[in-house]
């Protein structure tokens, strides 16, 4: 979902939301085989202006590192700075400045590209909190939150061997264009992907075959 994946700065223009005084949330997740290492992270509720400045930042810079077509991305460069935008967003997380849903959702994106399962539980995590902090539907914030909860829900499910929910995820088979749809549950409904800004599966499939249309074009001299 391009569209989601370009949102960079002006996603972080929209007010905190919430007010009053509520209880950090801390989580301990088992990432020490992550990059970096994981350990306790901690949700904050006071806002802190500061951080999320430092957090748009951030998140712009992993957009920005997509941008353009993928065949001309070097996707070395971009997992060396991914581990490096981790690691400041970690930074972060274990002292509890982030606190906003903007916060929330520009974290679950840079952990969604992390290199463990824990990297993508904290992602859903994230992303869950997000909602949970009180965006409103309707809402740009409100939309991503959604969906990149059951992408990260999708590849954390992955990660661990099992079918993905909501139908995110593709993978490349073998040589040249070959995209598919990763193993999904087909209990499924589309009426549970509509509620996560999820396309139909029947729309899911279909977006494989584009995938290999574009993938093509790219190889045609």
């Given at each position: 979902?391009?569209?989601?994946?370009?949102?960079?700065?002006?996603?972080?223009?929209?007010?905190?939301?919430?007010?009053?005084?509520?209880?950090?949330?801390?989580?301990?997740?088992?990432?020490?085989?992550?990059?970096?290492?994981?350990?306790?992270?901690?949700?904050?509720?006071?806002?802190?202006?500061?951080?999320?400045?430092?957090?748009?930042?951030?998140?712009?810079?992993?957009?920005?590192?997509?941008?353009?077509?993928?065949?001309?991305?070097?996707?070395?460069?971009?997992?060396?700075?991914?581990?490096?935008?981790?690691?400041?967003?970690?930074?972060?997380?274990?002292?509890?400045?982030?606190?906003?849903?903007a916060d929330?959702?520009?974290?679950?994106?840079?952990?969604?590209?992390?290199?463990?399962?824990?990297?993508?539980?904290?992602?859903?995590?994230?992303?869950?909190?997000?909602?949970?902090?009180?965006?409103?539907?309707?809402?740009?914030?409100?939309?991503?939150?959604?969906?990149?909860?059951?992408?990260t829900y999708?590849?954390?499910?992955?990660?661990?061997?099992?079918?993905?929910?909501?139908?995110?995820?593709?993978?490349?088979?073998?040589?040249?264009?070959?995209?598919?749809?990763?193993?999904?549950?087909?209990?499924?409904?589309?009426?549970?992907?509509?509620?996560?800004?999820?396309?139909?599966?029947?729309?899911?499939?279909?977006?494989?075959?584009?995938?290999?249309?574009?993938?093509?074009?790219?190889?045609?001299?």
């Open positions: 979902m391009k569209r989601l994946w370009l949102l960079g700065l002006a996603l972080f223009s929209l007010a905190h939301a919430g007010g009053g005084v509520r209880t950090p949330i801390t989580v301990t997740l088992q990432g020490a085989g992550c990059t970096p290492a994981l350990g306790t992270v901690t949700f904050g509720m006071t806002f802190d202006a500061a951080a999320s400045v430092q957090m748009a930042e951030i998140f712009a810079s992993d957009q920005a590192a997509r941008s353009g077509s993928p065949g001309a991305i070097d996707w070395n460069t971009v997992a060396r700075e991914d581990r490096e935008r981790r690691e400041q967003t970690l930074k972060l997380l274990q002292s509890g400045r982030l606190s906003t849903p929330f959702v520009g974290a679950a994106f840079l952990f969604q590209h992390g290199d463990c399962p824990a990297a993508y539980e904290l992602a859903n995590k994230l992303a869950a909190q997000a909602i949970a902090a009180g965006e409103r539907p309707g809402g740009t914030l409100h939309s991503t939150a959604r969906w990149i909860y059951a992408a999708d590849r954390w499910q992955r990660s661990l061997g099992k079918p993905q929910k909501y139908g995110t995820q593709y993978l490349s088979m073998g040589q040249g264009c070959n995209f598919k749809l990763e193993p999904y549950d087909p209990a499924t409904t589309d009426a549970e992907r509509a509620d996560y800004e999820v396309p139909t599966l029947e729309e899911a499939l279909a977006r494989a075959d584009q995938f290999n249309a574009e993938c093509e074009s790219r190889q045609t001299p």
